[in-house]
């Protein structure tokens, strides 16, 4: 055997689930958000959670193992806390938190992609539409709860990128920012706490509206940001000066992504510019991981959806008549793709 490689990434890719799993079913728990700032012993808060006593030690000292929680003391009287990054991004009650898109992933897509070796045989969704036969955004957009969850679920995965974006893009020569499929309103309202000069639409489907208006108004922005419904596979998009898109395209098939892409061209004026915040795949299609899966993942939800490297992006943008292309990175795996009209 050749001793200068071994197959730990082998088997920990493979067994990955398990720390997954143990993460997603303490946010389901609410185990970050019953500690917030407090101390409690295992006994205290796996009563606090109502879970019976063969599985405490275990399960919080996995997390305690996994970095997800501190540990203070041994044996039965040791105290567990948040980590600095659980108080902040796993409770629930703090406006950084992010756990909506773990919630989703525990709720939905854990169970869905289960399924992945039948997406790949058939290149069919695998998702609730397997069911149903209606279109992902119709199931979701059903019942309250499940498009409240979707909603917060989006705010978690995208807040960071949406602040790395409002710093970095430089707004100076633009008074006008539309995002569509603005869900919570985010995005115009960063940006508009950001640059005082802008003024932002957030468009998003009819239903979206109401938790559209109250975010917004939580930020007390309602003076900056406008709530504009309508289905952008049917209605022209409002008109300004920057049309964003973050997470749009990837989730509609070749066809519908070269129409929004000429939707966005029209409704902006000479010196407007595009830009789609995605998961952006290198251009090699070799290191972008997390994109490569998302777009896996968009075969999960959607069958024909996908997501696309910048080179794609530049030739479709190009073939509805923007002249300019720009790609910041922003966190992680996720850039903004920009397109110039000129
Ligand atoms: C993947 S989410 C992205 C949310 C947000 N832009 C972000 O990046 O966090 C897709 C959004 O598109 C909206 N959407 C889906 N179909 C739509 C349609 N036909 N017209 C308008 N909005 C739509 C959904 O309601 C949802 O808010």
Redesign the pocket.
């Known amino acids: 055997m050749n001793r200068a490689i071994e197959p730990s990434r082998i088997l920990e890719t493979g067994f990955g689930f398990w720390n997954s799993k143990i993460l997603l079913t303490a946010v389901e728990f609410e185990v970050f958000t019953r500690l917030s700032n407090k101390a409690m012993t295992g006994e205290a808060l796996g009563a606090a959670l109502g879970l019976h006593p063969r599985g405490i030690w275990d399960f919080f000292d996995a997390l305690v193992a996994l970095g997800f929680l501190d540990k203070e003391g041994t044996g039965p009287e040791a105290l567990y806390r948040n980590t600095a990054e659980t108080a902040q991004f796993l409770d629930k009650n703090q406006p950084t938190y992010v756990g909506g898109i773990l919630e989703m992933l525990n709720a939905r897509l854990f169970r869905f992609w289960d399924d992945l070796g039948s997406a790949l045989r058939t290149g069919k969704p695998q998702n609730e539409i397997k069911h149903s036969q209606k279109p992902l955004?119709e199931v979701l957009y059903e019942d309250f709860p499940r498009l409240d969850q979707f909603m917060s679920a989006?705010r978690g995965?995208?807040l960071a990128n949406f602040q790395e974006f409002v710093e970095k893009f430089d707004f100076s020569n633009y008074k006008t920012l539309c995002d569509v499929?603005?869900?919570t309103g985010?995005l115009s309202s960063l940006v508009a706490k950001r640059h005082s000069h802008m003024r932002c639409t957030t468009f998003?489907?009819p239903v979206?509206e109401p938790i559209a208006t109250k975010w917004i108004s939580r930020e007390n922005l309602s003076d900056r940001v406008d709530v504009v419904s309508?289905?952008?596979?049917k209605d022209p998009l409002p008109k300004a000066d920057v049309i964003t898109m973050?997470?749009?395209l990837h989730?509609w098939n070749l066809e519908r992504k070269k129409y929004l892409i000429q939707s966005a061209y029209d409704a902006l004026p000479e010196k407007g510019a595009f830009v789609a915040?995605e998961n952006l795949i290198d251009d090699e299609r070799r290191e972008n991981a997390f994109g490569l899966m998302m777009s896996l993942n968009m075969l999960i939800e959607f069958g024909d959806a996908f997501d696309f490297t910048g080179a794609d992006f530049r030739a479709w943008c190009r073939e509805a008549g923007f002249k300019r292309f720009e790609i910041l990175r922003l966190k992680g795996p996720c850039s903004a793709a920009i397109a110039y009209k000129e």
């Open positions: 955004f989006m995965i995208s499929g603005g869900a985010l998003d489907l979206v309508g289905d952008f596979l973050g997470m749009i989730d915040i």
